[in-house]
């Protein structure tokens, strides 16, 4: 069997004002998605996610050229072999950087729903686990800044659903921060798990304002607060609060995870199929953490191909932690590009799809249907 064609479709819709979220990155104003396609001389297609990187244009293009014409004519079963092939000649020496790792993760991801449709196997089977109940938190965009009474209409129905766990957006001014969180612990009390995501929003005087306020009230991680390269900050903020340091959804291949592994200071690991390398590399990733005894709480990106992709790999490691489920109030690429990608359970878990490979239907009309707009998805 042998790659035979690459394909990779740009996506966007725009979201109407009552849709948009703020959050520490800006205010979104549309969501973009690169989609990726790898067909077989055994017809035989495989579906995977690149991340966008805030230029879907260019990630897409990259992937329907230069990383086309490097696995064209490969084994698509020898996912490794592949993934070294664009390591080697475009990732590792003056080769776009992430957006080269972004593009080869699309490319490995349906490489894998292509293994695991010729095996007959759900993804989670073939990488070593089995269909099982996986913890989710109510995340994607959403939950944002925006007036305490809306903040808490809009979690209501995904407790009511079954959420035993939320990630509420800061990286606002620190009192209106710690304000929403004491509001949301207040109003759904001790047995929520909320967790903070600052979307590298704040400095190192935020942390220390909300240090203390954040350990009262039981957050359990608090993500990203800086940039992914600010090395320094991170060590300096963990001393300044006993609050978890999240990070890793904007490190690229485990190579940038050693780093924030050896370094000891962010202890929640956060990797994004469709940033860091595709399963290959997550695997990879997660196999380091676990000889760390550090737990992986994947990063889910735009579509349902990766949310898919991520509760299998979740399903198959022995430190997985929680998937993020996408709670954004209209996601078309969760509910009408693809077929469902999970489901809550009444007890706030997941599962793995049960169809070999990723098992979810991509509709290609809908990629059709909607064609890449260009221009900024925050604003």
Same mark, same amino acid.
């Given at each position: ?192 798990? /909320?967790?903070?995501?600052? &979307?590298? !929003? +704040?400095?190192?005087? =935020? *942390?220390?304002?909300?240090? #203390?306020?954040?350990? $009262? %009230? ?95 790999? /979740?399903?198959?490691?022995? &430190?997985? !932690? +929680?998937?993020?489920? =996408? *709670?954004?109030?209209?996601? #078309?690429?969760?509910? $009408? %590009? ?42």
């Amino acid at each position: 069997m042998t790659i035979v064609e690459v394909e990779a479709f740009g996506t966007t819709f725009e979201l109407a004002p009552h849709e948009r979220v703020s959050l520490g990155v800006g205010t979104a104003v549309k969501r973009d998605a690169v989609v990726v396609k790898v067909v077989t001389d055994s017809g035989l297609v495989g579906w995977g996610e690149a991340h966008h990187g805030r230029a879907p244009g260019a990630v897409a293009h990259l992937v329907r050229t230069t990383i086309r014409d490097l696995v064209l004519g490969l084994d698509p079963l020898d996912v490794v072999g592949v993934w070294q092939t664009v390591y080697r000649r475009q990732l590792a020496s003056h080769g776009m950087g992430a957006a080269a790792v972004m593009a080869l993760s699309g490319v490995d991801t349906a490489l894998w729903d292509i293994r695991g449709k010729a095996a007959g196997m759900p993804l989670c089977t073939l990488l070593g686990g089995r269909p099982r109940s996986i913890p989710a938190y109510a995340g994607g965009i959403a939950f944002g800044f925006q007036p305490v009474d809306d903040l808490l209409a809009e979690i209501e129905p995904h407790r009511r659903a079954g959420f035993l766990a939320l990630k509420l957006r800061v990286g606002d001014a620190a009192a209106a921060d710690v304000a929403r969180v004491a509001a949301v612990r207040s109003a759904f009390g001790d047995d929520l798990v /909320l967790l903070t995501d600052a &979307n590298t !929003g +704040y400095d190192l005087d =935020d *942390v220390r304002a909300v240090a #203390r306020p954040f350990e $009262e %009230l039981r957050v359990g991680w608090l993500e990203e607060p800086f940039p992914a390269h600010d090395h320094r900050s991170y060590a300096r903020a963990a001393a300044l609060t006993s609050v978890p340091l999240a990070a890793g959804e904007n490190h690229y291949t485990r190579f940038e995870f050693h780093r924030l592994v050896e370094d000891g200071v962010v202890s929640i690991l956060q990797p994004d199929l469709s940033k860091a390398g595709g399963v290959t590399e997550v695997m990879r990733i997660a196999a380091m953490a676990s000889a760390w005894k550090l737990p992986v709480h994947p990063h889910t990106s735009m579509t349902g191909i990766n949310m898919a992709a991520t509760i299998h790999l /979740l399903a198959a490691v022995d &430190n997985g !932690g +929680y998937f993020e489920a =996408d *709670v954004s109030r209209r996601n #078309r690429f969760r509910d $009408e %590009l693809v077929s469902t990608p999970y489901q809550l359970a009444a007890d706030g878990t997941v599962s793995p799809l049960t169809a070999p490979g990723l098992g979810v239907e991509v509709d290609e009309d809908f990629l059709r249907a909607h064609p890449l707009v260009d221009g900024p998805s925050y604003v």
